[in-house]
């Protein structure tokens, strides 16, 4: 007998085959069968109507911290995601030492706006090394988990204070080499670094103090144990991008090891610059480089309040001059003077087309909770007045505390992104999962690719979306046993629905340690999500407290089942 | 880099979803780059410039962008 059955689903194995009609029958944490099974399993899903494919991996996330407290990274496991990639952007948790938590707790509150609260509140710092972090978040672990280790925090560790302040001297660069082999013998899946990132005091994080021989230094380790190696490029520059690339592509021709870098978006003011990107991506490939660019699949969102200066007003100078050298109280008397609310309200009808579709994201007041996560234009429909008016009025009701989102401000090209997600030699990903909890929701992106991309626009079929989020992301990071539905595989399973699987609306919930709050979007359309043979979470019970997490690749005695990517 | 001016300017977002400004340079040669501008890069770059509005920015020369980028990067040295 088996131990589960999923009986009638429309299998797409991520392969990028024809999807097809069959029963999966799974023994343990793998894939026994598929096919028409006629023996009962011990628990049975009946899946007719339904996609059966392989839970989805997300390349970019920052769920190192959340990890800690919550082992489903929730909701990210309900959207289908059933492996995660932590430690993007030469930030990891480990490895540590004591005295620098203070420090790289400022970074990622600055770089990934990880609220303060939730470290000291929601963490129980046990750990220094990577092992012992590891050994830490392997409790109670629902969701797979491959980290990478953070290139700033190998610097601390060997370097101090030095490491935020010049070049390694060659006996340093051999200390890091050896701190890099200890964490990927303990399991870590490769290595990340940054070339734009800030710290806490705006001072470039450690990784942007190393020369180029240290990074290859690193990499020839990573060379050692054929990993792979993140980076974050000067994304907004394509010509420096394209610099990273072709440094990336030396290294990965020269040690044998897949690239990455993110993110990549699509605006309206470079799409010949992605082309020259792409173009050069393409080369490199040609040459037997791996350098791969990370592609998100949503659009961007732009948050603002009116207390803070926002160069979304850049354009509406009235509105920029009293956003900037003005006080909380005279902004407040500035929207409550007759006289210079006319000239402001004058002076925004150049983006009349834009007011009512910001949507209202948060509120002090229990008078105006009703409003939040309605639009402007909703709102104003409510009260009876005018989109802009309602920006103001309700600015002054909260003393500026009422903010709102600009969604859809960039990478929104349907023709252009979707160009990009389907092209062969783009990684789905760049999700920032777990990051930017208090700006946007970060969740839901594979329930955006297919709605959107798949669903609503056409651009690429079911199959090609589900192998570019499963297989390809294993391949390309040399995740073992997963991403594909065979025979002898590890059941990491997503069941949904075709017909409605979404992201749903972003919402503002308080579940973060310290009182703390964040945006989510809950999962549409997914039934069920199975980590390595266990039913983890099911639309209608939930998350399930047995957990069957795991920590990928592992450690150095599993290195057999390493793959080439 | 003599005689680069600004050609365009757009609203763009940040790493962390803050708006940020992207100005075009055109180049004499017909090159073009893009520089993005924190706010208070920006700032300074409209002093300079004696602009109100991002729009004002256009047709102004290379070296401001530089000057303001340089005092940006330079408030926590």
Known sequence: MYDLVIRNGRVVDGSGMPAYNADIALSGNRIAKIGRISEKGRKEIDAEGKVVSPGFIDPHTHFDAQLLWDGYAKPALSHGVTTIVPGNCSLSLAPLRAEYRTKLVGMFNQIEEMPLKAFKEGVVWDWETFSEYITRIRKGLAINVAPLVGHSVIRLWVMGDAAMERTATAEEITAMQGVLRECLDAGAIGLSTSYVDMDEKLQPVPSRYADAGEVEALASVLGEYGRILQIVPEFYDADLTIARLDQLAEISLKYAIPTTFSPLFVNADNVDAIDRVMRRVDEQFARGARVWPQVQTRPIDISFCFAVPSLLFIRLPGWYRIMRFGTPDQIVAAFKDPATREKLVAESAVYNALWPNLRLRLVQTQTNQKYVGMTVGEIAAARGTTPIDVMIDLSIEEHLDAHFLAADMGHNSDERVGALLKHPRVHIGASDGGAHILSFSTYGDTGFLFAHYVRELNAMSIESAVKKITSETAAIWGIPDRGLLQQGYIADIVIFDPQTINRGEEKYVQDVPGDGSRYVRDAMGVDTVIVSGGVAWTAVAGYNAETRGEVLPGQTQDARQMVPA | ?77
Request: charged share 20%; with cysteine; proline share 0%.
């Open chain 2, 1 to 77: 880099m003599s005689g680069a001016t600004i050609s365009d300017v757009q609203i763009a977002a940040a790493h962390d979803g803050d708006a940020e400004l992207v100005v075009t340079l055109a180049h004499e040669n017909g090159g073009r780059s893009l520089v993005a501008l924190d706010e208070f890069a920006v700032r300074t770059l409209l002093k300079s410039c004696g602009a109100t509005s991002a729009d004002d920015l256009i047709g102004a020369g290379w070296e401001h962008v530089r000057d303001a980028l340089v005092a940006s990067s330079s408030r926590y040295g």
